[in-house]
């Protein structure tokens, strides 16, 4: 599909916007603005920002458009709608095989993005709430153009300790941003590398590292900084601090609920599967089942970062 053909033909005279470049986790894109500076919507993407000359090498570009810019999709057919602490992202397939997204905050429709079939190119249209909108749709477009080049953007709490990251996964609730701060209170040498979104990124020679990210949930945490990943550790919780090493299949279905993507399209669940299982094959997987404490906390860090 070509949106820059046919009804979508306006859209040429968009690319001749301010344009702002980021590189997260050595992937660069672009945000377009038509007759706006988006400057405070895009603050915490400042430690990440580029010069307009590495567009050349982008995955992706995403053009913010007035609302009556953006046309009404044709004949949606709902693919996907998630409620995650009060966000709400749909996804339907248009008539043309475009992607249609709607973004929502506690109900509140906060933005609209129509994107290309390999997700290189969308426009987007801020209806409210301009900051959570424009960064939930940069954030859906990097999950998905960069899953097919051994990125993965996951849903979990990070730290590094001696050099080496540290990734806390598991539901909503299980108290990820608590076990990672608990590390920051009583494990000497730790820093919060990202709260809520950090990428992985597996390395033909086997090699994973971690990267702080422009996304990071409730707690401001948007460092520009990379770490061989030293393990995962899936959390979840108990009236006893416990914790065993998880390998082969277990290892593999412990890191699959928290990556970001749409699953259901052949090129994305292929490049997310390569990565995860590159990811369970060379990283250590760990489960704690724990209570919110100092013990919990120095009991998974005796054990990951001497393994």
Same mark, same amino acid.
């Given at each position: 599909?070509?949106?820059? %053909?046919?009804?979508?033909?306006?859209?040429?005279?968009?690319?001749?916007?301010?344009?702002?470049?980021?590189? &997260?986790?050595?992937?660069?894109?672009?945000? =377009?603005?038509?007759?706006?500076?988006?400057?405070?919507?895009?603050?915490?993407?400042?430690? =990440?920002?580029?010069?307009?000359?590495?567009?050349?090498?982008?995955? /992706?570009?995403?053009?913010?458009?007035?609302?009556? $810019?953006?046309?009404?999709?044709?004949? !949606? +057919?709902?693919?996907?709608?998630?409620?995650?602490?009060? +966000?709400?992202?749909?996804? $339907?397939? +248009?008539?043309?095989?475009?992607?249609?997204?709607? =973004?929502?905050?506690?109900?509140?429709? $906060?933005?609209?993005? !129509?994107? @290309?079939?390999?997700?290189?190119?969308?426009?987007?249209?801020?209806?409210? !709430?301009?900051?959570?909108?424009?960064?939930?749709?940069?954030?859906?477009?990097? *999950?998905?153009?960069?899953?097919?080049?051994? +990125?993965?953007?996951?849903?979990?709490?990070?730290?590094?300790?001696?050099? %080496?990251?540290?990734?806390?996964?598991?539901? $909503?609730?299980?108290?990820?941003?608590?076990?990672?701060?608990?590390?920051? #209170?009583?494990?000497?040498?730790?820093?919060?590398?990202?709260?809520?979104?950090?990428?992985?990124?597996?390395?033909?020679?086997?090699?994973?590292?971690?990267?702080?990210?422009?996304?990071?949930?409730?707690?401001?945490?948007?460092? @520009? &900084?990379?770490?061989?990943?030293?393990? /995962?550790?899936?959390?979840?919780?108990?009236?006893? @601090?416990?914790?065993?090493?998880?390998?082969? &299949? *277990?290892?593999?279905?412990?890191?699959?609920?928290?990556?970001?993507? #749409?699953?259901?399209?052949?090129?994305?669940?292929?490049?997310?599967?390569?990565?995860? @299982? *590159?990811? *369970?094959?060379?990283?250590? &997987?760990?489960?704690?089942?724990?209570?919110?404490?100092?013990?919990?906390?120095?009991?998974?860090?005796?054990?990951?970062?001497?393994?």
């Amino acid at each position: 599909m070509q949106l820059n %053909r046919g009804r979508y033909s306006f859209f040429v005279s968009l690319c001749l916007m301010k344009e702002y470049c980021y590189i &997260v986790a050595g992937h660069c894109f672009s945000v =377009f603005a038509e007759g706006a500076d988006m400057s405070e919507e895009l603050a915490h993407y400042a430690p =990440f920002a580029v010069g307009p000359e590495a567009a050349a090498q982008r995955v /992706f570009r995403l053009h913010v458009v007035p609302a009556s $810019s953006l046309p009404a999709p044709i004949g !949606l +057919t709902e693919e996907f709608r998630q409620n995650d602490d009060g +966000t709400q992202i749909r996804l $339907s397939r +248009t008539a043309d095989e475009a992607s249609w997204f709607e =973004f929502g905050l506690e109900g509140i429709l $906060s933005g609209t993005m !129509l994107s @290309n079939q390999g997700f290189t190119e969308a426009w987007m249209a801020i209806h409210s !709430l301009p900051s959570f909108a424009v960064s939930n749709a940069i954030m859906v477009m990097y *999950a998905m153009s960069t899953a097919a080049l051994g +990125t993965a953007l996951f849903h979990a709490a990070v730290v590094s300790h001696d050099n %080496r990251g540290y990734l806390f996964l598991g539901k $909503s609730g299980t108290g990820k941003s608590t076990h990672a701060h608990l590390w920051l #209170k009583h494990i000497p040498g730790t820093e919060l590398v990202n709260d809520d979104n950090p990428v992985v990124r597996c390395y033909p020679d086997g090699t994973a590292r971690v990267f702080g990210s422009p996304w990071s949930g409730k707690t401001p945490c948007y460092r @520009n &900084v990379a770490y061989p990943v030293g393990g /995962f550790v899936q959390l979840s919780q108990a009236p006893h @601090n416990a914790i065993r090493r998880l390998k082969g &299949v *277990a290892a593999y279905a412990a890191l699959v609920p928290s990556i970001s993507g #749409k699953r259901w399209d052949r090129s994305i669940a292929d490049g997310l599967h390569e990565t995860e @299982n *590159a990811l *369970a094959s060379t990283v250590p &997987v760990w489960h704690l089942e724990c209570l919110p404490d100092e013990a919990a906390a120095r009991l998974c860090a005796e054990q990951i970062t001497h393994c």
